[in-house]
T-cell receptor, first 109, second 118 residues
Framework: GNSVTQMEGPVTLSEEAFLTINCTYT??????LFWYVQYPGEGLQLLLK?????DKGSNKGFEATYRKETTSFHLEKGSVQVSDSAVYFC????????FGTGTRLTIIP | DTGVSQNPRHKITKRGQNVTFRCDPI?????LYWYRQTLGQGPEFLTY????????KSRLLSDRFSAERPKGSFSTLEIQRTEQGDSAMYLC????????????????FGPGTRLTVT
């Protein structure tokens, strides 16, 4: 079956630091890959997605590339802001989604 | 712009009671999903519908759980004879699957219903 392994948190960074949150997966078939974000007190929101190998998803300064050779979909941002503090979930699937356990990110001014 | 809505937002019940949750998807979305999320974990898939047809159920969905989407619009998730292990956040999501277009469709999540079984 499908599974997602996500970098354990919590992660604490200073404002304007570079962010990487690692995500690796095992999958059968050709799933799409997603990053979802959950801000404090809010529901899950889709941050970005990639539907096939070598696709790059991007949104709000975040990027992730679907790497089939390393079965990875690492999330990166060049300069984080306090407002990026949230829990980030890596997920994969076609119909149903399989999620990682989430990484809590805290950005300090 | 109305997103996915869920009611109630919070439910506290005693062990052994039945509970029912409702999900209203984005109006034109034909797929509806239920997930469960426990503290410190990611959401786990429970079941999903395309229109009124229930297409897949997880092994997590014991026979105490039943979900319906009778007219292909809103959905209900009922848990009978609740147990303390059922305490979790129950999430609903919807998406628009386009005929003839394969691949994953973006799922939009509701705020969830937090169930506490005492």
């Amino acid at each position: 079956g499908n599974s997602v392994t996500q970098m354990e948190g919590p992660v604490t960074l200073s404002e304007e630091a570079f962010l990487t949150i690692n995500c690796t997966y095992t999958a059968t078939g050709y799933p799409s890959l997603f990053w979802y974000v959950q801000y404090p007190g809010e529901g899950l929101q889709l941050l970005l997605k990639a539907t096939k190998a070598d696709d790059k998803g991007s949104n709000k300064g975040f990027e992730a590339t679907y790497r089939k050779e390393t079965t990875s979909f690492h999330l990166e941002k060049g300069s984080v802001q306090v407002s990026d503090s949230a829990v980030y979930f890596c997920a994969l699937g076609v119909e149903k989604l399989t999620f990682g356990t989430g990484t809590r990110l805290t950005i300090i001014p | 712009d109305t997103g996915v809505s869920q009611n109630p937002r919070h439910k506290i019940t005693k062990r052994g009671q039945n509970v029912t949750f409702r999900c209203d998807p984005i109006s034109e979305h034909n797929r509806l999903y239920w997930y469960r999320q426990t503290l410190g974990q990611g959401p786990e898939f429970l079941t999903y519908f395309q229109n009124e047809a229930q297409l897949e159920k997880s092994r997590l969905l014991s026979d105490r759980f039943s979900a319906e989407r009778p007219k292909g619009s809103f959905s209900t998730l009922e848990i009978q004879r609740t147990e303390q292990g059922d305490s979790a956040m129950y999430l609903c999501a919807s998406s628009l699957a386009r005929i003839g277009l394969a691949g994953a469709y973006e799922q939009y999540f509701g705020p969830g219903t937090r169930l506490t079984v005492t």
